[in-house]
């Protein structure tokens, strides 16, 4: 396929038509997008001819690389057989059938929990509207309309839709369009570097994190909550990884007072934790279980909830018809390639991979970071990493948010061919899981790159 384009004439009708997600529109335009027209393996190119190796995987989602036949052969045959139909009036379609199957024989039971039921959305975002109706449908079900509340953590990320940038927890959304809706609150994220006291152990800090929850539901009223909804490790507020003892406290917490929990892995299922779903990887029993992203490794849109027995069992039999659902839902060809990326998936290992030899190389490699004079901490969990950028090693001074460090730091990694993204003054990757030992050897020769000539630009401005 001929990728030769004219930059500037792309560039110039973007900024003429193209709204971009999350983008100071003005701000693109007088700079002009980067043109990223084709992708193989670990690799994306631009307009320009660059190489970029993809250690964010797309925005989380192309776990399985670029450039599998095997997806565009599923999707084309699809499209022959039956490109569309709803699942509205009393139809379904053979791959939304076959892909629900096989997500639920995939989903771990924990304890008595377990997963025979899928809906599906588009997207993580329309996922997580989903999760609020049914959460609020299954307690009005129950005869306790009173129990709305839903809390969330600051710094969270479930999606740009109404409910969802409402459940999320970042200021910049709720600050445009009178965010959140009613009936949504927060509570402080498990970030030790930034929240933990001075003597703290990671772990005491775990359960004190945890504490906030419970203080919440006090002071929200008991019995006015509906659910608590999280990340098993925040993605897009950083990458902030929870410590050891917050899940299980967590959990003690939710079942003392008998609310729903919400686990939001559209970045963390489908290997990216090393384990089919995120749930499984912190050992706790969630009663939705939102998903997308990898689910297709982004090549075509899909998403849903995987909804536990608890839920399921009331809707099924107590609900009558439940008023909620999207033209998409169960879109066969959609559906047609989640299967083939799971086929995948499954067959070269993946989730296993990360969780074995090569997810411990990655969390070897990245822990030495660590030595590297710009990093307060560098983390990972299966293949997501983490670093933030510090002023002082020993003492934890921080740059402040003018210094724009992190943006410092991103433009060196392009430059130099990788993509790493920058949250405030944190680096993350979570890249493809198809990694090899030498790609992740070439991702960390980059990530020092940039880190050394971050510092130098630091050290030219007067700021270390
Ligand atoms: C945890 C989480 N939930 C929800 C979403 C929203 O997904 P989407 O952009 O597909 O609506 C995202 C997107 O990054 C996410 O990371």
């Not at 393996?41 to 995987?57: P, R, T």
């Not at 139909?85 to 989903?107: D, E, G, I, R």
């Not at 588009?122 to 989903?130: A, F, I, K, R």
Request: with cysteine; proline share 5%; charged share 20%.
């Amino acid at each position: 396929m001929n990728t030769v384009v004219d930059t500037a004439l792309i560039q110039s009708l973007d900024s003429a038509h193209f709204l971009h997600p999350f983008t100071d529109f003005k701000d693109l335009s007088s700079r002009g997008a980067r043109v990223i027209t084709r992708a193989e393996g670990i690799y994306v190119w631009d307009s320009e001819g660059k190489k970029i190796l993809d250690a964010m995987s797309g925005l989380w989602c192309v776990n399985v690389g670029y450039g599998r036949k095997a997806l565009a052969d599923a999707a084309h045959q699809q499209m022959m057989t039956l490109p569309y139909y709803n699942s509205f009036f009393q139809t379904t379609n053979v791959p939304a059938v076959q892909l629900a199957a096989k997500l639920a024989s995939l989903a771990p039971t924990v304890g008595d929990r377990s997963f025979q039921h899928v809906f599906y959305s588009s997207s993580g975002s329309e996922s997580n509207d989903s999760n609020v109706r049914m959460v609020r449908r299954y307690w009005d079900l129950l005869g306790q309309p009173q129990r709305k509340v839903i809390i969330s953590r600051h710094n969270a990320y479930h999606g740009s839709t109404m409910a969802g940038a409402s459940l999320g927890g970042m200021s910049g959304m709720h600050a445009q369009g009178d965010l959140p809706i009613p009936n949504i609150t927060h509570i402080e994220q498990p970030y030790f570097f930034e929240n933990g006291k001075p003597g703290e152990t990671a772990d005491e800090f775990g359960v004190r994190a945890a504490g906030w929850l419970e203080e919440k539901i006090l002071a929200v009223g008991p019995n006015k909550v509906a659910a608590f909804i999280a990340e098993p490790v925040q993605g897009a507020g950083g990458v902030i990884i929870p410590p050891a003892t917050y899940w299980p406290e967590i959990q003690r917490i939710v079942d003392k007072y008998g609310i729903l929990l919400i686990s939001d892995e559209v970045i963390c299922a489908f290997g990216r934790l090393g384990h089919w779903f995120g749930y499984e990887k912190f050992g706790y029993k969630p009663d939705l279980v939102t998903f997308a992203k990898a689910v297709t490794s982004g090549y075509i849109p899909l998403g849903g909830v995987m909804v536990g027995n608890r839920v399921a069992k009331v809707l099924i039999e107590q609900g009558g018809e439940f008023n909620h659902g999207y033209t998409y839902s169960g879109h066969p060809v959609a559906c047609a390639v989640a299967l083939a990326n799971i086929g995948i998936m499954e067959q070269e290992q993946l989730p296993q991979k990360v969780h074995g030899e090569i997810g411990s190389y990655f969390a070897q490699r990245y822990a030495e970071l660590n030595d590297h004079p710009l990093v307060g901490l560098a983390e990972t969990c299966g293949f997501v990493g983490g670093l933030v950028l510090v002023k002082n090693k020993k003492t934890k001074e921080r740059f402040k948010d003018d210094d724009g460090v992190g943006m410092v730091c991103r433009g060196h990694c392009f430059g130099n061919g990788l993509i790493m993204r920058a949250v405030g003054d944190r680096m993350i990757i979570a890249p493809p899981l198809v990694m090899t030992r030498s790609d992740i050897d070439e991702m960390m020769r980059l990530i020092y790159l940039a880190l050394d000539l971050t510092q130098r630009d630091l050290k030219a401005r007067g700021l270390l």
